[in-house]
């Protein structure tokens, strides 16, 4: 399908509800096959990130990095398609996995969560370095969205990139960490508890196995997890202390990109749905909180990372059309 205008965008028939938008990813895309090299970015604190490269290799070829969100990875259908997206424009990317989610525990205790902008500063200063003429462009979803964000505010004018797109973005995690606990978007949130205490658990199993004494007392400090069942309470009792904030309010105050957007100094374009069922429609930004180049495309319906039209026997993926096609624009 060719490229259409924001306002014509239209649900696929049968999915114009938002948890069949939100669900059909991760339920019912076909998965993309792509030919990948992995390359691992050592982190200046001795841990790792893993990052999967798909498309040209010439010097100036424009680069997208994609950023994949919440117990998601670069393996993600929504990354997959972007992925195979720029590269029939000829483009190169390169998907990040943030800290143990590319299948093997990261090495520290600290884990990846909706703040880590100075991993994905050293990401960028990364690939800056290997690729110095090629055009730098970064796409965040959900958390990655948010982590994008916040970094293009602390950043400001001394951004790296050309241009930046954010999509179903949470931009407030203590009202999204409410929103989340209500009506059906609780299947949500216990998919979500589950994934996050396996990760947790992995890694103390992993530390366990191969003797890392540090890292797994810091594990064991933070006591018994089987009663966790909301944001507030993971976030309190496992995000906080393993990253160095005092409790769940402290990190959702310091890691909520609404609160950085004024300082975006690289041309952004943030794509949202008002149906998107992680979201308040109060936690949404003003548009006297944005960036003079920010561009906010808000549609009436599209789900969390969803946005799934065409048909369901023939589904097309508007962020796979729209987001290459206004990255274009800055080439």
């Not at 390359?39 to 841990?47: F, I, P, Q, S, Y």
């Not at 929504?78 to 990261?106: D, K, M």
């Not at 949404?284 to 946005?307: C, K, N, Q």
Request: proline content about 6%; some cysteine; overall charge neutral.
């Amino acid at each position: 399908m060719s490229p259409l205008p924001p306002s014509l965008f239209k649900p696929a028939l049968g999915l114009g509800n938002p948890h069949l938008q939100t669900l059909w990813g991760p339920l019912w895309r076909k998965l993309t096959h792509l030919d990948r090299q992995r390359e691992r970015l050592w982190l200046a604190d001795g841990d790792f990130l893993d990052l999967d490269w798909h498309g040209p290799y010439e010097a100036a070829t424009p680069l997208v990095l994609v950023l994949h969100g919440l117990t998601g990875s670069s393996s993600s259908p929504y990354v997959l398609g972007l992925q195979q997206a720029v590269a029939s424009r000829g483009w190169a990317s390169v998907a990040l996995n943030w800290r143990g989610c590319s299948g093997e525990p990261n090495l520290l205790a600290r884990s990846y969560h909706s703040g880590a902008s100075e991993d994905l500063a050293e990401a960028i200063a990364h690939l800056r370095a290997s690729r110095p003429q090629a055009p730098l462009y970064a796409v965040g979803y959900s958390l990655g969205g948010n982590v994008l964000l916040k970094h293009l505010g602390e950043v400001g004018s001394a951004s790296q990139l050309q241009a930046a797109v954010a999509v179903s973005v949470p931009f407030r995690l203590d009202q999204c960490a409410d929103r989340i606990g209500l009506g059906f978007s609780r299947v949500y949130q216990a998919h979500f508890m589950r994934e996050m205490l396996t990760y947790v658990k992995d890694k103390q199993r992993h530390f366990l196995h191969h003797g890392q004494h540090e890292g797994l007392a810091a594990l064991e400090r933070l006591g018994p997890l089987e009663n966790l069942r909301t944001f507030w309470d993971f976030d309190g009792r496992v995000t906080a202390p393993l990253n160095g904030f005092a409790d769940a309010k402290d990190y959702y105050r310091r890691a909520s990109s609404r609160y950085f957007l004024g300082e975006n100094r690289t041309p952004t374009l943030i794509i949202h749905s008002s149906d998107d069922p992680f979201v308040f429609s109060h936690s949404l930004p003003a548009a006297s909180e944005l960036a003079v180049d920010t561009t906010f495309e808000l549609h009436t319906r599209g789900g969390h990372v969803g946005f799934v039209d065409g048909s369901l026997h023939n589904p097309g993926y508007y962020l796979e059309r729209r987001i290459p096609q206004w990255l274009a624009g800055y080439l």
